[in-house]
């Protein structure tokens, strides 16, 4: 995402740009890692960017408030956030912890009828792609071994 975007979708929010909330909104939205606070505040660092954790935890509030973040509580030991905030679903593998992001097509509910809706979470969980696959290889080496 380039520069000039990313100011135009802050100011468009009202925000004041600054090169913290450039650097987290534009690692958001390239990177589907979907990661916590304190992984933003450390790759932060690791790039040179001069924030404190707590502006890492302000600047993520201030998206959230503003429908920039989306938040991702796919565990109970941490929160992880996503810039992609249309209605969608997250599949955790049990494995590696990997969170993948896939779409929800005619998502229909029935028994609520006269609730007000304010937030729909989708999630799933088991085993990516990737782990299925490297177990599947390590069982049938497993097999030649034992053969």
Known sequence: MNLQ???????KHGMRVTPQ??????YLAEN???PDAESLY???RKDGCNATRATVYNVLQRFIKCGL??????DVARTRYDAR?????HF????CHSITDFDVDNLSVSGLDGFETQQKEI???????KCKNNSEQGEQEHEKICM
């Open 92 to 95: 955790m593998c049990r494995n």
């Open 32 to 34: 589907k890692t979907h």
């Open 5 to 11: 975007t990313i100011n135009d979708v802050l100011h």
């Open 21 to 26: 909330r450039i650097w987290i909104y534009n």
């Open 123 to 129: 999630y799933f969980s088991g085993v990516c792609d």
């Open 42 to 44: 450390c790759m932060l």
């Open 85 to 89: 905030v249309d209605t969608h679903g």
């Open 69 to 74: 973040v989306s938040e991702v509580k796919t």
